[in-house]
Nanobody, 124 residues
Framework: QVQLVESGGGLVQAGGSLRLSCAAS????????MAWLRQAPGKEREFVAA????????NYADSVKGRFTISRDNAKDTVFLQMNTLKPEDTAVYYC?????????????????WGQGTQVTVSS
């Protein structure tokens, strides 16, 4: 059973920071790439960032480059998303996802497993 549980969302003012966490079951974490994706109201789910199982390769959406950092702690089966200089347009439900083929792909449909999501709201 693959399980992903996100935490760390909340309400923050523009320019502020948040750190999201995703706790994964051991079976998920051992060889899978992990990613963060988000969905704003009325919009399609979109890619934010991804990281391979080794952590050596990361991939970011252009809209978050230089502001967000994805990382992982394999010893704790956890992936993180540090979000700095947040903007109102970053407001969305943020989802953690896993790719068994370890691709760190920006393609949403290539992620097989998903968490339940955590709400991030950035006020102006």
């Amino acid at each position: 059973q693959v399980q992903l549980v996100e935490s760390g969302g909340g309400l923050v003012q523009a320019g502020g920071s948040l750190r999201l966490s995703c706790a994964a079951s051991k079976r998920t974490f051992s060889t899978y790439a992990m990613a963060w994706l988000r969905q704003a109201p009325g919009k399609e789910r979109e890619f934010v960032a991804a990281i391979t199982w080794s952590g050596r390769t990361t991939n970011y959406a252009d809209s978050v480059k230089g502001r967000f950092t994805i990382s992982r702690d394999n010893a704790k089966d956890t992936v993180f998303l540090q979000m700095n200089t947040l903007k109102p347009e970053d407001t969305a439900v943020y989802y953690c996802a896993a790719d068994p083929l370890n691709r760190a792909t920006p393609l949403v449909y290539e992620y097989n497993y998903w968490g339940q999501g955590t709400q991030v709201t950035v006020s102006s």
